[in-house]
């Protein structure tokens, strides 16, 4: 079992930064990849930033290319999700997630486990 708790949410203005934390424990063989997600009211959760074990391949969301950027440090079993540039349409919750299998995935459905989630909400 893998356990995921995010914090670092909350209100900043457009135009600011928030960085994203989320603390895990459990199976180091189940996280593999790690991962951020958001679920936008009304919406299906979308892909944000994923980043392997070793940390030297990562893979984003075109929306956030070069605004955000995903780290994890094992030795505290942490990772990171810094987010500059923000604006109103990055209004969500976001979510950790991980999976046992390394390949840089996308789609919500192919990850095991997930934190219950931080909002982060971008005022005009």
């Known amino acids: 079992q893998v356990q995921l708790v995010e914090s670092g949410g909350g209100l900043v203005q457009a135009g600011g930064s928030l960085r994203l934390s989320c603390s895990a424990s459990?199976?180091?063989?189940?996280?593999?990849?790690m991962a951020w997600f958001l679920h936008a009211p009304g919406q299906e959760r979308e892909f944000v930033a994923a980043?392997?074990?070793?940390?030297?391949?990562?893979k984003y969301a075109d929306s956030v290319k070069g605004r955000f950027t995903i780290s994890r440090d094992d030795a505290k079993n942490a990772l990171h999700l810094q987010m500059n540039s923000l604006n109103p349409d990055d209004t969500a919750i976001y979510y950790c997630?991980?999976?046992?299998?390394?390949?840089?995935?996308?789609?919500?459905?192919?990850?095991?486990?997930w934190g219950q989630g931080t909002q982060v909400t971008v005022s005009s």
């Open positions: 980043v392997n074990w070793s940390g030297d391949r990562t």
């Open positions: 459990g199976r180091s063989s189940s996280r593999q990849l």
């Open positions: 997630t991980a999976r046992a299998n390394y390949n840089l995935e996308i789609w919500p459905r192919l990850y095991d486990y």
